[in-house]
Nanobody
């Protein structure tokens, strides 16, 4: 139901924009988030945006990443600037209905690789 795109290989200091889309949901009452995972580590929170557009960021990405929604409520973005090698991970988008506590909808992930 959620599909990520926009990952790739970029040099340190570069930028990428990730996109999360859905074709069968209208996400206007959904909280959404980006997580990332590297081999041997658990899934790490990156950023979230509530159904009312309140945003939260992990300290490690604050000031460099921006989460936002598209106007049609079927798309979410993660603008990533000043990328560093430690940002290398598989990035996942997630969604949940705003009344539910845990994210229960996940995409398949998109690889982001930052070379030094």
């Amino acid at each position: 139901q959620l599909v990520e795109s926009g990952g790739g290989l970029v040099q340190a200091g570069g930028s990428l924009r990730l996109t999360c889309t859905t074709s069968d949901l209208t996400l206007s009452k959904y909280d959404m988030a980006w997580y990332r995972q590297t081999p041997g580590k658990g899934r790490e929170f990156v950023a979230s945006i509530t159904w009312s557009d309140h945003t939260t960021y992990a300290e490690s990405v604050k000031g460099r990443f921006t989460i936002s929604r598209g106007d049609a409520y079927r798309i979410m973005y993660l603008e990533m600037n000043s990328l560093q090698p430690e940002d290398t991970a598989v990035y996942y988008c997630a969604a949940k209905y705003f009344l539910i506590g845990q994210f229960d909808l996940w995409g398949q992930g998109t690889q982001v690789t930052v070379s030094s």
